[in-house]
């Protein structure tokens, strides 16, 4: 059973338009929500996360939107860069669990 | 240097073979994670660790054992590799920041493993 789900594998998107990375999930106990961007050869590395409270956080070219109703997260990084071109996990945890449950991933190719 | 390094990056062996992946890291981190990565199914935790005396199974240990062998190592061992274990390994740390939001984990490079 798949609690955090990523339903695109992959995106493609020109040099300098939004990449826009969606998340859904099923467990309305969670309410901390991470993105990790993986590059070949390398860990996952955190980029940003959000807490239930919000329903928006921003960083630089990077925001991440809640809407909790739906279960649903989106990434949004504006203007894509082909140094973004990696894979990015969305992740969800439980309040004291201190562990998450990773999504499937999506790959983004951005084409310069 | 890198804060969380794994070894060996890369590991072929063969089915009903004992194997070992081990994690350091300098971060001065009590938690400590493993997980593997399967295509298709992102990354699920195998065990996690809160200090040295505290083990914890994750979503998928069965076939897995850890040692915690101090703060700064964390092995993950393999009794008897089957090829569906071949998979992506990652180590990862964490360091305990609030009582309320999960911690930000550090990710090492990774193990390559292929079991034949």
């Known amino acids: 059973d798949q609690q955090v789900k990523q339903n695109s594998p992959s995106l493609s998107v020109q040099e300098g338009r939004i990449s826009i990375l969606n998340c859904d999930y099923t467990n309305s106990m969670f309410d901390y929500f991470l993105w990790y961007k993986k590059y070949p050869a390398e860990g996952p590395t955190f980029l940003i996360s959000?807490?239930?409270?919000?329903d928006k956080n921003e960083d630089g070219r990077f925001t991440v939107f809640l809407n909790k109703s739906a279960k649903h997260l989106s990434l949004h990084i504006v203007p894509s860069q082909p140094g973004d071109s990696a894979v990015y996990f969305c992740a969800a945890g439980k309040p004291g669990a201190y562990k998450y449950i990773f999504g499937t991933g999506t790959r983004l190719k951005v084409l310069a | 240097d890198a804060d969380v390094t794994q070894t060996p990056r890369n590991r072929i062996t063969k089915t009903g073979k004992r194997i070992m992946l081990e994690c350091s890291q300098t971060k001065g981190h009590d938690r400590m994670y493993w997980y593997r990565q399967d295509p298709g199914l992102g990354l699920r935790l195998i065990y996690y660790?809160?200090?040295?005396?505290?083990?914890n199974k994750g979503e998928i240990s069965d076939g897995y054992s850890v040692s915690r062998q101090a703060q700064a190592k964390f092995s993950l061992s393999l009794e008897s590799a089957i090829p569906n274990q071949t998979a992506l390994y990652f180590c990862a740390t964490s360091d305990f920041t609030s009582g309320r939001a999960p911690d930000t984990q550090y990710f090492g490079p990774g193990t390559r493993l292929t079991v034949l």
């Open positions: 660790s809160f200090d040295v005396k505290d083990i």
């Open positions: 959000i807490s239930s409270i919000k």
